[in-house]
C-alpha cells in the first residue's frame, strides 16, 4: 500500500493556524483508516488543493526556520521534503508539519559575553535545523523490545497536563461526520510545538531520567551510545 497525504497544518509558536489544508488524492483511496486519520470519504472529496500545491506552500512557510514536530521523519516523508543543513543564521524559528513560527529578531543569537561595541552587529550562530520531540524526550524502555519513542499524546499529559487525540475532529465535525474522530492535525502541531518550547525554556536536563523514575526510561544519547552512534544535545 502507497501512503498518501491526506491533511497538513501549521501553526507558529503562539498556537495560530497557519495552514490547514485537506489534499486532493493523487490514487484511489483504498483505506481512509479513519479510526487514527480521521479522514472520511466525504472529508476527502472536499479537497481543493492538489499534493503539489500543498508541498509548496508548506515547503515557502518552513524555509529558514526550524521545523518543530513529533516523528517528523514521518512527515518529511509524505511531504516528499528534506530539511537541508542550515549555514550561520542570525534569527530564531519554529516550524512542524505541523508548525511553524516567525522569525525572532537577530539579537537572539548574541553570545552573553559579546562586548558591549559590538551589540550593533550580533555575532551569526549555528541554529538546530529540526526539534523532534520524539528524540527530545527520553525514549520509553519494555520487555517487549528496544525502546521505543513516547507517544505525542503521553507526553502532552505528562508534561502539559492536557490531553489530546480524544475529541471528535473538527474537520470530520464541520462536514457532519461527528463519528470520524482520529487525529487533528493542528492539535497536534500545537502539542509538539508547546512540547518544544517547554524543553527549551527549562533546558536539555528537564524530563532527563534519573534515578527517581527507576528503569522504564532511558535517554536517546545513551541509546545511541550503545549502539555505536553519536549525537549532539540541542
Request: glycine share 6%.
Amino acid at each position: 500500500l502507497v501512503q498518501q497525504l491526506a491533511r497538513v497544518a501549521l501553526v507558529d509558536e503562539s498556537g495560530t493556524t497557519l495552514l490547514d489544508e485537506l489534499v486532493k488524492p493523487e490514487k484511489p483511496v483504498e483505506d481512509y483508516v479513519t479510526r487514527h486519520s480521521g479522514i472520511t470519504k466525504a472529508i476527502l472529496d472536499s479537497a481543493t488543493m492538489s499534493f503539489g500545491q500543498v508541498r509548496e506552500r508548506v515547503a515557502a512557510l518552513i524555509a529558514g526556520c526550524v521545523l518543530v514536530g513529533h516523528s517528523l521523519e514521518c512527515d518529511l516523508n509524505v511531504l516528499r521534503l528534506s530539511v537541508p543543513l542550515p549555514p550561520k543564521v542570525k534569527a530564531v524559528a519554529s516550524t512542524t508539519s505541523a508548525a511553524v513560527a516567525a522569525a525572532s529578531p537577530a539579537s537572539a543569537c548574541t553570545p552573553l559575553d559579546t562586548p558591549p561595541d559590538k551589540l550593533t552587529a550580533p555575532a551569526p550562530c549555528v541554529l538546530p535545523c529540526i526539534l523532534d520531540t520524539a528524540v527530545l524526550f527520553p525514549l520509553r524502555v519494555h520487555n517487549r523490545g528496544p525502546p521505543t519513542k513516547s507517544a505525542l499524546r503521553n507526553l502532552t499529559v505528562t508534561h502539559l497536563k492536557r490531553e489530546i487525540q480524544q475529541s471528535i475532529d473538527p474537520a470530520a465535525a464541520r462536514l457532519g461526520s461527528g463519528d470520524a474522530g482520529g487525529h487533528d492535525p493542528v492539535e497536534d502541531a500545537t502539542a509538539a510545538m508547546d512540547l518544544a518550547l517547554l524543553k527549551l525554556a527549562r533546558g536539555h536536563a528537564y524530563a532527563t531520567p534519573g534515578a527517581s523514575w527507576g528503569g522504564a526510561y532511558e535517554p536517546m544519547r545513551a541509546v545511541l551510545h550503545r549502539t555505536g552512534w553519536s549525537c549532539h544535545v540541542v
